[in-house]
């Protein structure tokens, strides 16, 4: 209980620093004014958010942001907004328009950190029909902004979205499919669809503590849009999604070697490694704690029969005896409660999570490769300006060095080839190319630092996320164990009452 | 039954005179040292330690040491053994309390392997005789007994107590107590051994298989009863206690495990997670361990005395079986004496067919000879009170032949005999009087037969005076009804007072059983609220973990 009070004075107090700072950024109040109609309370969330961001993603106004508070969640502008230039791979960074860029230019030495619990809430599993041939679950989504219905296809569709948008982000990973589910047919089952809505809860919490994640057009427009699942709307939607697809191939295509590591990602992937490696163990050893505790429940079970067995032998004591099988059998399925929700969800907590530091992973490798991409582009213009070098100042020395280019040159006077003609077209060509190639390499570097400092970040908010993701899980997980330990322990008093009431005789 | 012992004592197996007196004068006790400490240390006696010790050569046992008030001696678990089986003797009708069981081999070979494991065991055995040794003080017969004191006596060696009386004195077989301490309280001191010989080799032995015509409906209850809870304890409620425990041993494994995963987490974190992963770590830790406590405390106070009573059930068979067995010798000498009675009236009135023979034969010379049936006059049934000299003197002759005669006759008897109880009478020379009884009386049932029994019985006696041998049997007979008669009349109330001995002990054992029950699962309970109270330190730790969170909240 003290513990809310004092959040929620947090939370005001953050309103209150906001207020001031918002009024240098025409955003923040177009923003507040969007949403002053729908709840006052909704924009304590965002509010923090753009508190804790102070300078570095609010102040700085790029495209995505400002349409996202522009679209006031119509899907019809948002649409349009997809439609995106020609797609160079070098230039992709283009894609994650708020991160990359706006970090670099405002240069922001405050650390940004992760957006406060937004509260988005996925409830109320319902399943629905889409007319004609198939049935699909839905999930009500209750956020500060509205509350829809959607179907765990949109959520796929926000994952692809996002992550071929935000290249350089971590973005969560989705639920598994489950196929045996679908197999089986028990997609529908109570467990299944729970399961579902916990992970997709995951899912939602993670994109809206992400700070840029949590603003993408994308997010609001699943968060808000009424017309999301119409049929144009959809269809535009597929649209996008196939088109994704290719970037993403053409993104995967190169598998060279990264030259210069990079000590600051070395460092992180060797964290991540280490942290997928102890998550992996806690899960392997709290599934098995787990399935000892299930194994437990049921000798209790079958302890507490036999004791009922012992009650209608002892016909002196048979009440007593029973209210005591019965707290057993009580703890018992108290027992199984417990492991069949607190240590499951925590161990499910644990599973997602190392599904996230695939997702993590994903990225960085990406990461890599834009690196790469700069190294490579690096080398090549060193090759083309050193080729031009030799072009220009031909030295024995070279040509004692190059038998081929000897060879070539030979050649060519055998042939009668006008050698110095040749020789200055080359050079004007490879002038070219050596701008052509330093243009690139700039960009590409452009590109690889901003994706490195916004993976950087990234890492931040996923150390921070973390934090907060693992002290909601414990924090749940303690409670559950605490209650289930103390209502437990409750029974086994009430019944040693119930005991103690026994008459006995002396002899 | 009530007129000869005291209304309250029923143990008819009291041998020793000075203690049933003191018995029945209501103070029970012996007044020996030992009794004293018990009274001042408030009845509980204490096994205060356990010795490895050697007897000199290559063996070793554990001695446990007994303390009662400043009185302390040891003795080994054998000797606890002899000192059970020696109560079960002088008390037949008594639920004697169990000790632990004795190991077997394979768990010897196990032990062997592991110091830790020995120690635990002779920890429960230390308990468990404890109890053992509490159980027998307070029950009200063991517990006055002086044999029982003298097991906690310090210097006095225990074969010694074996060999001396009561225990010394007291018959092998449970079956003659009765009969033995009848005879000596109404015969002569020089007339005990032989009275109780003689009436032991025509006192049937029952067998526990017997089947009893008139069974005694309280106890077919308790029997059944007793057996009915003894398959439950024993292959339901002890069978799934212990696998429960198996079960929170393994977990606590799992425990220790996983609190140190969480460590090894801890370290690769930073800050407050590290600081809350490792107290979940610790937390867990902790579920090892109360997890452990959990488990020894419910070996001690659930499972130990469910094993104990699984071994009560056991006792109680027995006492039941002792009771079963007195109630069929009862039945078995009814039989036997209706088989001497007929038997009698046979030979009677064979002596009767052939005095009538004879007479008719003298009258076919003399023409008047009376028949008369002066056998009758020796049974005092007869109204004749006849005047044949030579008949009325032929029993006391007889009489001293009596034994000798059935002894001889016995090995003629024997082969030709197929009898099923052969091998589970107890003695020899029993089992040929019976069957021969048997053979007779079926031989005799006839009359046509009567003539070729008598001869074939005749044949069997070098003595070719067939009136002779006649007389002789007809004594015999009549002795031997005379004994069954007594024997029958002191083992009916003997069963009447083994009935009410044991109907008492059920009684007992059944309060004291509804007390122990009530106290094992409270013990039970609150062993568990204990455990869950402590197992993740709920307050402590709870709050601490709150504190951590709250701080976290400003990142």
């Known amino acids: 209980m003290e513990e809310t009070d004092e959040y929620d004075s947090v939370q005001w107090d953050i309103h209150d620093a906001t207020t001031t700072t918002d009024h240098n950024n025409p955003l923040s109040n177009n923003q507040q004014a969007d949403t002053a109609t729908i709840d006052p309370l909704s924009d304590i969330a965002d509010s923090m958010t753009t508190a804790m961001n102070l300078n570095s993603t609010f102040e700085s106004q790029d495209n995505s942001a400002t349409s996202t508070s522009n679209l006031n969640n119509s899907f019809s502008t948002t649409s349009y907004n997809l439609d995106r230039p020609m797609y160079n791979p070098y230039i992709e960074s283009q894609l994650a328009p708020t991160s990359l860029h ?64 935000y290249p350089a982000c971590f973005v969560p990973s989705l639920p598994e499919k489950h196929r045996m589910e679908y197999v089986r047919g028990d997609r529908f089952a109570e467990e299944f669809v729970e399961k579902r809505r916990a992970s997709l809860q995951t899912f939602i919490e993670r994109i809206g503590r992400h700070p840029i994640l949590s603003k993408a057009q994308y997010f609001e427009m699943f968060l808000s849009s009424p017309q999301f699942n119409d049929t144009s709307a959809r269809a535009l939607r597929e649209q996008q999604e196939t088109m994704l697809d290719s970037i993403s191939d053409s993104v995967l295509n190169a598998f060279s070697k990264i030259k210069k590591p990079d000590e ?3 460092h992180m992937k060797e964290q991540l490694d280490k942290l997928e490696e102890n998550l992996t163990l806690l899960e392997k050893t709290l599934n098995r704690t787990n399935k000892r505790q299930d194994d437990l429940h049921l000798d209790y079970k079958e302890f507490s029969a036999s004791m009922q067995g012992l009650a209608h032998l ?53 990461r890599d490769q834009k690196q790469v991409d700069f190294e490579e582009l690096t080398e090549y213009l060193a090759v083309t300006e050193k080729e031009r070098e030799r072009t220009m100042y031909p030295t024995m020395m070279d040509r004692g060095l190059n038998i081929t280019g000897y060879l070539t040159d030979k050649l060519q006077e055998v042939r009668g080839v006008d050698s110095e003609k040749m020789r200055r077209e080359k050079i004007l060509k490879l002038d070219m190319r050596i701008r052509e190639l330093q243009e690139a390499t700039q960009q590409s570097k452009e590109v690889s630092t901003s994706f490195s400092d916004q993976v950087e970040k990234e890492f931040q908010y996923f150390e921070q996320s973390r934090t907060v993701e693992i002290k909601d899980a414990l924090a749940s997980y303690t409670d559950a164990k605490c209650n289930f330990f103390s209502k437990s322990a409750a029974d086994w008093k009430d019944v040693i009452n119930t005991l103690e009431a026994i008459e006995v005789e002396d002899d | 039954m009530t007129d000869f012992e005291g209304s309250t004592d029923f143990n008819a197996f009291a041998n020793d005179p000075d203690f049933s007196s003191k018995k029945s004068t209501g103070t029970m006790k012996c007044g020996c040292a030992v009794e004293r400490a018990l009274r001042r240390q408030g009845n509980f006696i204490y096994i205060t330690g356990a010795q490895k010790q050697s007897d000199g050569g290559s063996n070793s046992y554990v001695a446990y040491n007994i303390r009662v008030g400043d009185i302390e001696t040891r003795r080994r678990y054998s000797e606890f053994e002899s000192l059970r089986k020696s109560l079960i003797r002088l008390y037949p009708t008594v639920i004697v309390p169990p000790i632990p069981e004795k190991h077997s081999i394979t768990d010897y070979a196990a032990i062997q392997k592991s110091v830790k494991d020995d120690v635990v065991m002779i920890e429960k055995r230390k308990r468990m005789l404890q109890t053992f040794l509490n159980r027998t003080l307070n029950h009200n017969k063991l517990g006055a007994e002086h044999v029982f004191h003298r097991f906690l006596e310090s210097g006095v060696s225990w074969s010694e107590v074996l060999h001396s009386p009561p225990l010394s004195t007291l018959p092998k077989n449970p079956m003659h107590v009765a009969l033995t301490q009848r005879s000596e309280s109404q015969g002569g001191d020089g007339t005990v051994q032989t009275t109780s010989s003689s009436s032991s080799s025509l006192i049937p032995m029952p067998s526990a298989s017997h089947t009893l015509r008139n069974p005694d409906s309280r106890f077919v209850e308790s029997e059944a009863f007793t057996n009915k809870a003894a398959h439950h304890m024993s292959s339901s409620v002890d069978k799934t206690q212990r696998r429960v425990i198996r079960r929170l041993g393994e977990l606590a494994n799992d425990y220790a495990e996983l609190g140190a995963v969480y460590n090894g987490f801890s370290l690769n974190e930073s800050g407050q997670l590290a600081n809350a992963i490792e107290k979940v770590g610790q937390a867990v830790d902790s579920s090892y361990t109360s997890t452990g406590q959990l488990i020894s405390s419910l070996e001690a106070e659930f499972s130990e005395p469910i094993q104990e009573y699984a071994q009560f059930t056991q006792t109680i068979k027995q006492v039941l079986k002792h009771r079963h067995m007195k109630h069929a010798q009862v039945e078995m000498i009814f039989d036997s004496l209706e088989n001497k009675k007929l038997q009698l009236e046979s030979l009677v009135r064979i002596e009767a067919e052939a ?125 031997a009804v005379a004994q069954l008669e007594q024997a029958l009349q002191i083992t009916r109330k003997d069963l009447v007072d083994v009935s009410a001995d044991t109907q008492a002990d059920l009684d007992r054992f059944q309060r004291q059983k509804i007390r122990d029950l009530r106290d094992m699962l409270i013990a039970y309970a609150k062993v568990h609220v204990k455990y869950c109270e402590k197992v993740w330190f709920c307050r402590v730790f709870g709050h601490y973990l709150t504190q951590i969170f709250n701080s976290m909240l400003f990142l």
Not at chain 1, 116 to 142: A, F, W
Request: with cysteine; proline share 4%.
């Open chain 2, 355 to 479: 005095k009538r023979l004879e007479e008719a034969m003298n009258s076919g010379r003399q023409s008047s000879y009376h028949s008369n049936s002066y056998d009758r006059a020796e049974t005092n049934h007869s109204p004749h009170d006849d005047e044949n000299n030579q008949d009325t003197q032929a029993p006391s002759e007889n009489e001293e032949n009596a034994s000798e005669v059935g002894n001889i006759e016995n090995p003629e008897v024997d082969p030709e005999a197929e009898n099923p109880y052969a091998s589970v009478y107890p003695t020899g020379a029993n089992a040929a009087a019976l069957r021969a009884s048997r053979q007779r009386s079926k031989r005799w049932s006839g009359p046509t037969k009567i003539f070729s029994a008598v001869s074939h019985t005749l044949h069997g006696i070098i003595d070719v005076d067939p009136e002779a041998t006649r007389r002789n049997q007809i004594g015999k007979t009549k002795d």
């Open chain 1, 102 to 165: 706006n970090n670099a230019s405002t240069g922001s030495s405050r650390s940004p950190s992760i957006v406060k619990d937004r509260k988005i809430r996925v409830s109320d599993p319902e399943k629905e029909s889409d007319g004609h041939q198939s049935t699909y679950m839905s999930y009500l989504i209750t956020s500060d902004i509205a509350s829809v219905r959607r179907r765990f296809q949109d959520f796929v569709w926000l994952y692809n979205v996002l992550t071929a948008n």
């Open chain 1, 264 to 266: 600051r990602f070395v």
């Open chain 1, 314 to 366: 002892e016909s002196g004591i048979t009440v007593p005896i029973l209210r005591f099988a019965e707290t057993i059998g009580e703890y018992s399925k108290l027992l199984k409660t417990h492991s069949d929700t607190a240590e499951v969800d925590w161990a499910s907590e644990i599973h997602e999570y190392l599904a996230y530091c695939t997702a993590v992973k994903i990225v960085l490798k990406l």
